[in-house]
């Protein structure tokens, strides 16, 4: 089965940085998409950011010019670079990758990590 794991997550001060990290592992043939969502208490889980195996990213409006996400294909890992913090910023990050688990498989799959806290103080 595939497992996805997030890491990185912490405190930091408005206008800090902080790095995440999701590692994917388990049965993988191919990955597609990756995308980081985050969610905050009573609130939506909402999309931040996403790149596909080719490259491509995308990222929300709200965190354009300050979040860079990337890949590490040969290690099945994506991160994302948080630059510019801001306490709007704080929830719980959430890895998720659309995966085709084997070659034969006919449909991809989206898998979600547990969730790492990131916490940006004033």
């Known amino acids: 089965q595939v497992q996805l794991v997030e890491s990185g997550g912490g405190l930091v001060q408005a206008g800090g940085s902080l790095r995440l990290s999701c590692a994917a592992s388990?049965?993988?043939?191919?990955?597609?998409?990756m995308y980081w969502y985050r969610q905050a208490p009573g609130k939506q889980r909402d999309f931040v950011a996403s790149i596909t195996s080719g490259g491509s990213t995308n990222y929300a409006d709200s965190v354009k010019g300050r979040f860079t996400i990337s890949r590490d294909n040969a290690e099945n890992t994506v991160y994302l670079q948080m630059n510019s913090l801001k306490p709007e910023d704080t929830a719980v990050y959430y890895c998720?990758?659309?995966?085709?688990?084997?070659?034969?498989?006919?449909?991809?799959?989206?898998?979600w990590g547990q969730g790492t806290q990131v916490t940006v103080s004033s």
């Open positions: 388990g049965s993988i043939f191919s990955i597609y998409v």
């Open positions: 998720n990758g659309e995966i085709q688990p084997i070659a034969t498989a006919k449909n991809r799959y989206s898998y």
